[in-house]
DNA sequence: CCTGTTGGTCAACGCTTGTTGGCAACTGTA
DNA sequence: TACAGTTGCCAACAAGCGTTGACCAACAGG
C-alpha cells in the first residue's frame, strides 16, 4: 500500500473536473463523460477510480467550511463575523454554490449538506446561544439566512442581490444572524 | 377559434402532472415520459400541446403569489403577516417548491423566479420602504430570508427547520422582514 | 528475461431521453 | 352520407447516458 501512488495526479485531475462540473451543473447534468472530457481522461477511469457517479459526488463533495473559534470574540459582532466569513468562503471557489445545486437536486446532497452544516455550524452555535439545547434550532435560522443569500446572489442571481457590496450585506445580514444567535427565544 | 376544446381536459392534466413532476424531481430528472404517464396519457401529446419540454415549463411555472395588500395594516405588522403568507402559500402545494428546485437548476426557472419576485414582491416593498429608490434591495434582502427558510425547510429539511411550527418561524423571521422592509439602511 | 501489477485507451453494451411522423378513431358540419 | 378537422396512440429515430470488459504500454521484482 504505497503512500502515493502514480495515479495520483489523474485521480486529483478528476475530482477537480468534477467539482467544477458539479457546481455548474448540478448533479443531473454534470456527465461522467464531460468530467473526463475536462480532465483529460477516459471516462472509464472515472468509474476504476470512484466506482460509479454517486462514489464520485460522494468524494468531490468533501467540504470544509473552515468556520473560525467565535469563542474568543466580542460577543456583539459574532453575527458580523460569520456572515463575513461565509461571504468570503463562497465568493473564493463554486464549491459551496456547487454543493448547493446538488443539494436542491438530489438526495445524497441535501444528506451531504445536512451533515457539513450540522457537523460545522451545529458547534459553533452551541458555545454561543444562550440555551445549548436550542442551539440546531438557532443553527438552522443562521443556515436560513445565509443560504439564502447565497441563492439568491449565487445562483438565481436576483439583481439586486448580486450588486450589493459584501460590506453592505455584512451591515445587514450580521445583526439578523446575531440576534438569531444570541437573542432570547420571542 | 373555439372558446373551449374538447382537449382542454387533456392540456389541463399534463400540466398538473408536469407542476407536480418539476416540484418533486427538477428539471432535468421531470421526463415528458414520466410526466404523460401520470396524465394517463400519450408522450407525443404533450409535443403537440406545448411544443417542447422548455415550453411545458413555462406554461407549468406561472405562478401568482397572491400577495396581499399591504398598506393598510398596522406598520409594524407587516413582517410578520408576509411571512406568515408566504408559509401558508408554501405549504399550500408543492408548486413554490418546485419553482424553487427548478430555479437552482435551470437558467429559464431563475429567469422565471427573478420576474416573478421582481413584479410580485417589489411592488409591495415600494409601498412600505422609507426611500422607493431602494425598494429593489429591500425585496432581494427580504427574498434571501423567506426563500433561505423555504429551502431550509422544504428542499433541504433541515430537520431543526421542519420541526418549527409555523408560528415559532413567524415570530422568529417576522422581526428580520419588518427590518428589511423599514428600517433605515445601515 | 520473464511475469505480474498498475495506468490508461478503445469500442461497445443496454438503456433512457426528447422528439417525430404516420395512422386510426372520433366529432361536427354541410 | 361525405368530408375536414381534431384527438389520440404507436413505433421509431438519433443522441446521450452510465457502465463494462477486452486490450495495450509501462514498469517492478525476481
Given at each position: 500500500m504505497p503512500t502515493s501512488r502514480r495515479s495520483d495526479a489523474t485521480r486529483a485531475a478528476i475530482l477537480e473536473a468534477a467539482r467544477e462540473r458539479f457546481?455548474?451543473?448540478?448533479?443531473?447534468?454534470?456527465?461522467?463523460?464531460?468530467?473526463?472530457?475536462?480532465?483529460?481522461i477516459d471516462p472509464s477511469m472515472v468509474m476504476r477510480y470512484y466506482g460509479n457517479k454517486e462514489g464520485l459526488f460522494a468524494a468531490a463533495s468533501e467540504i470544509e467550511l473552515g468556520l473560525p473559534?467565535?469563542?474568543?470574540?466580542?460577543?456583539q459582532h459574532i453575527g458580523a463575523v460569520l456572515v463575513g466569513h461565509f461571504l468570503e468562503r463562497w465568493e473564493r471557489d463554486e464549491v459551496l454554490t456547487g454543493?448547493?445545486?446538488?443539494?436542491?437536486?438530489?438526495?445524497?446532497?441535501?444528506?451531504?449538506?445536512?451533515?457539513?452544516f450540522a457537523q460545522?455550524?451545529?458547534?459553533?452555535?452551541?458555545?454561543?446561544?444562550?440555551?445549548?439545547?436550542?442551539?440546531?434550532?438557532?443553527?438552522?435560522?443562521?443556515?436560513?439566512?445565509?443560504?439564502g443569500m447565497a441563492l439568491t446572489r449565487y445562483v438565481l442571481r436576483l439583481p439586486p442581490a448580486v450588486e450589493m457590496?459584501?460590506?453592505?450585506?455584512?451591515?445587514?445580514?450580521?445583526?439578523t444572524v446575531q440576534r438569531y444567535l444570541t437573542a432570547e427565544a420571542p
Open positions: 457546481a455548474s451543473d448540478g448533479y443531473e447534468r454534470a456527465t461522467i463523460r464531460a468530467i473526463a472530457r475536462d480532465a483529460d473559534e467565535l469563542g474568543s470574540l466580542p460577543a454543493m448547493l445545486r446538488v443539494g436542491v437536486t438530489n438526495e445524497a446532497g441535501a444528506a451531504r449538506m445536512q451533515a457539513i460545522q455550524l451545529g458547534p459553533v452555535t452551541r458555545g454561543v446561544c444562550p440555551d445549548p439545547a436550542e442551539a440546531p434550532r438557532r443553527a438552522a435560522l443562521v443556515a436560513s439566512q445565509i443560504l457590496s459584501t460590506d453592505e450585506i455584512v451591515a445587514w445580514l450580521g445583526p
